[in-house]
T-cell receptor, first 113, second 114 residues
Framework: QKEVEQDPGPLSVPEGAIVSLNCTYS??????FMWYRQYSRKGPELLMY????GNKEDGRFTAQVDKSSKYISLFIRDSQPSDSATYLC?????????????FGTGTRLKVLA | EPEVTQTPSHQVTQMGQEVILRCVPI?????FYWYRQILGQKVEFLVS????????KSEIFDDQFSVERPDGSNFTLKIRSTKLEDSAMYFC????????????FGEGSWLTVV
């Protein structure tokens, strides 16, 4: 079983739709949960991070963590064509005093105008 | 806003040649990383670096790879004898502390081995 599982998509939605992106994980030692947005041939851009179970909101984005189910989600409200990108979940675990970040495969999102 | 910068943005090299990818992490950051992303695949951890030494490395980071912080600002990844399968986007990243939450990535160096 992979440490982090993410549906690669592609996911196509009309402009204005609510988008739900999800990841599951197997390692209960993961401590921080992050979402990155990556445009084609660009570096991952940090969108949000969370530590505990529950919701965290930032503008149109809501990150949700359910540690008991080992499941995290990112919701995008009022999606825009500019949201079209690949969304990567990432989780961190501490090893040797530093953190290692494990990424999902990324979900490709296309928001249609 | 501070950012991680990488050079070159794109390099084409012949198989067997040495390549050095350069990174300037965010100035007050202490932890440095290299990641790799083969086209269409996931972002993969290569190595982490702290206090002038490697903290952890993945199985991908074999003897062909090395990292160095030659001065107070640069962080380099060297591939000694490139192979075709080394073709990928290489991302440098840095974080300020070991809190584990905010790691910032550069724009990447696209390496093509022919």
């Amino acid at each position: 079983q992979k440490e982090v599982e993410q549906d690669p998509g592609p996911l196509s939605v009309p402009e204005g739709a609510i988008v739900s992106l999800n990841c599951t994980y197997s390692n209960s030692a993961f401590q921080y949960f992050m979402w990155y947005r990556q445009y084609s041939r660009k570096g991952p851009e940090l969108l949000m991070y969370t530590y505990s179970s529950g919701n965290k909101e930032d503008g149109r984005f809501t990150a949700q963590v359910d540690k008991s189910s080992k499941y995290i989600s990112l919701f995008i409200r009022d999606s825009q064509p500019s949201d079209s990108a690949t969304y990567l979940c990432a989780m961190s675990v501490t090893t040797s005093g530093t953190y290692k970040y494990i990424f999902g495969t990324g979900t490709r999102l296309k928001v249609l105008a | 806003e501070p950012e991680v910068t990488q050079t070159p943005s794109h390099q084409v090299t012949q198989m067997g040649q040495e390549v050095i990818l350069r990174c300037v992490p965010i100035s007050n950051h202490l932890y440095f990383y290299w990641y790799r992303q083969i086209l269409g695949q996931k972002v993969e951890f290569l190595v982490s670096f702290y206090n002038n030494e490697i903290s952890e490395k993945s199985e991908i980071f074999d003897d062909q790879f090395s990292v160095e912080r030659p001065d107070g600002s640069n962080f380099t990844l060297k591939i000694r004898s490139t192979k075709l399968e080394d073709s990928a986007m290489y991302f440098c990243a840095s974080s300020g502390d070991s809190s584990g939450n905010t790691i910032y990535f550069g724009e990447g160096s696209w390496l093509t081995v022919v």
